[in-house]
């Protein structure tokens, strides 16, 4: 017996210390995150059909929009045999989707159907290429993906949703803005199916994309305002085309728009050698960058052969740091500022997958990469398993000068498998510096292929789209405590319900509670206080209010360490 408690009490002292920071948890750097989802991973489906993510976005709250497309098994307005919607879904910081938002957390809307409606044709949002989110007001912008069998297909135009989930009819035409680059290309027949969009400082849109024309493709930019009218001040009445090297085949894969307004547009010279161009705020080409704001860098090794421009992350000093390559091929570059390859960064390359020797038959293949605020570079991208799972999320992380980070994972790397056969749409660091994986899963197709083009039949077993969200520092760092409040509608008179939860991913119990309500103008009206209360649960306080308005409350508290929570949400409450 003596034993028994003797064994209790320390484990009961190991649980305190692990909350204090004193001992390390089971969330070393690259681990998925235990307090988010179903062990770090919180995935969803939109009904009958195959469901693909396209685009992720961090609301400045913290909470994760994640844009794609569902493809039902029932016919559409264009004769096809299955119809596609776009999707947006948006999910809490604990993993949950967000109530607030659409029908409950999610939105499918026939956005093809209703441009063919208006258009009379049906070649836009068969798919879903990028999201952003406009700061002033929290509106949802998604850009128009391809979606058919052609990578020329498909009309350009960006779609704009309000913060709740509504489209937002002032947008545009309906809600829909069309882009046309027609009289500015003589022969086009199309546009590449890479279409990405950025938000300027001063709030407007940029959308680029790939022209095709019948003799060969430039990169192409637009400058929307945010109403969705071109904006005249940028480029040509507010289009830009841009031959990268004079009569070649350029395809456009990123966008990045930087603190200072210049935009950095980045892809492949022939598909074989990594492209980038940056311009001003209005369109110009940026001379103080590369060869009259042009940079073209050759692959990296003869063997390496396809090498453009995968993604780019920007960096503090004006620089970048980009991913080139493919098909499992893929180094680092860094480039200063001006334009420059930093050959102090691993001579001016770094591999990402196996060195040049081992390129025969790869099993990773790199798609995106970020930065964490301490400089450590994060890619993720797929790896193949074979069968049954055949394609897992793979992540690695390199550090400021480009070595491996043997402390990430298991000897600088992590696998994931979301269920089935997966892919990475996107990649993003959050508000509380954890990374977080937007992609997918499929069922296994009958020849083993997965991905955006996998051969899905109608009786496939639907995985669903959604996010991973991996420890980005070692623990025992203790994430501090995060507070979700719900907003309320009550009558004058009438108790309103306030809820809220506090969420802890080690703790079991927060302490120095307090709920505060405000009026419109700030002042405090009501508070109460508790010692302590179990965190992850939610909990309900009554309010009884004696005038109409609208007030706001928030919930403070601390862990058993002393630490505070990160934010400081405000909730609304409305009193009719």
């Known amino acids: 017996m003596k034993t028994i408690r003797r064994a209790a009490t320390m484990v009961a002292a190991l649980a305190l210390l692990v909350c ?8 070393d750097p690259g681990s998925l995150d235990p307090g988010f989802g179903v062990r770090g991973i919180a995935l969803i489906d939109f009904g009958p059909g195959v469901d693909t993510a396209a685009a992720l976005a961090i609301q400045s709250d913290g909470k994760y929009i994640v844009a794609g497309t569902h493809q039902a098994w029932e016919s559409g307005p264009d004769g096809m045999p299955t119809r596609k919607y776009v999707t947006l879904a948006r999910f809490n910081i604990d993993g949950t989707l967000d109530s607030t938002f659409g029908t409950g957390g999610k939105v499918m809307v026939d956005l093809s159907g209703q441009w063919r409606g208006m258009f009379a044709d049906s070649f836009a949002f068969r798919g879903v290429a990028d999201v952003v989110l406009l700061p002033a007001d929290g509106r949802i912008v ?7 069998n052609n990578d020329h297909s498909g009309e350009l135009a960006v779609a704009c949703f309000k913060a709740n989930g509504d489209l937002d009819t002032s947008f545009g035409t309906q809600g829909i803005a069309a882009i046309d680059h027609q009289p500015w290309a003589l022969s086009m027949v199309g546009y590449g199916w890479e279409r990405r969009l950025t938000v300027r400082p001063d709030g407007k849109l940029l959308f680029a994309c790939t022209l095709v024309t019948a003799y060969k493709s430039d990169f192409a930019v637009s400058c929307l305002n945010p109403d969705g009218s071109l904006d005249p001040g940028f480029g040509t009445s507010g289009r830009r085309i841009i031959d990268v090297t004079g009569g070649s085949e350029d395809y456009l894969t990123f966008l990045k728009c930087a603190g200072d ?15 980038f161009v940056r311009l001003t705020s209005s369109g110009a080409l940026d001379a103080s960058f590369g060869s009259g704001g042009k940079l073209v860098i050759p692959p990296a090794t003869p063997q390496a052969g396809w090498q453009p421009a995968l993604d780019t992350v920007l960096t503090a000093d004006g620089g970048f740091v980009a991913l080139t390559g493919g098909y499992g091929v893929e180094y680092l570059c860094r480039c200063t500022s001006s334009g420059v390859i930093d050959t102090s960064f691993g001579g001016g390359h770094v591999w990402v997958n196996d060195p040049p020797s081992a390129f025969v038959n790869p099993t990773t293949r790199a798609k995106r990469v970020a930065l964490q605020p301490d400089g450590s570079i994060v890619i993720s991208g797929i790896k193949d398993n074979g069968y049954p799972t055949y394609k897992d999320i793979w992540v690695t992380r390199r550090l400021t000068d480009g070595s491996l980070d043997t402390g990430f994972g298991i000897d600088g790397q992590v696998v994931t498998d979301l269920g089935g056969a997966d892919d990475v749409a996107a990649m993003g660091i959050d508000l509380d510096g954890e990374l977080v994986v937007a992609g997918y899963a499929l069922g296994s197709s009958p020849r083993g292929v997965t991905g955006a083009r ?9 995985v669903g789209m959604g996010l991973a969200r991996y420890k980005a520092t070692a623990s025992p760092r203790h994430r501090p405590f995060r507070i979700i409040c719900k907003n309320v509608k009550c009558r004058k008179g009438r108790r309103a319900t306030l809820k809220f939860r506090i969420m802890d991913n080690l703790c079991s119990k927060a302490t120095a509670v307090k709920l505060t309500v405000k009026n419109a103008k700030g002042k405090r009206v009501k508070s109460f206080r508790w010692r302590s209360r179990k965190t992850n649960i939610w909990y309900k306080v009554k309010w009884k209010p004696t005038k109409k308005g609208t007030f706001k409350y928030s919930v403070t508290a601390k862990d058993l360490a002393g630490h505070p929570q990160v934010k400081r949400p405000w909730s609304k409450i409305v009193v009719r």
Not at 142 to 148: C, E, K, L
């Open 20 to 27: 204090l920071g004193a001992v390390p948890a089971a969330a």
């Open 261 to 275: 307004g210049r935009i950095l547009l980045g892809g492949s010279v022939q598909y074989r050698d990594s492209a």
């Open 454 to 462: 996998a051969p899905v039949r109608a009786t496939a077993p639907r």
């Open 142 to 148: 998604v850009a128009s993906g391809s979606g058919g």
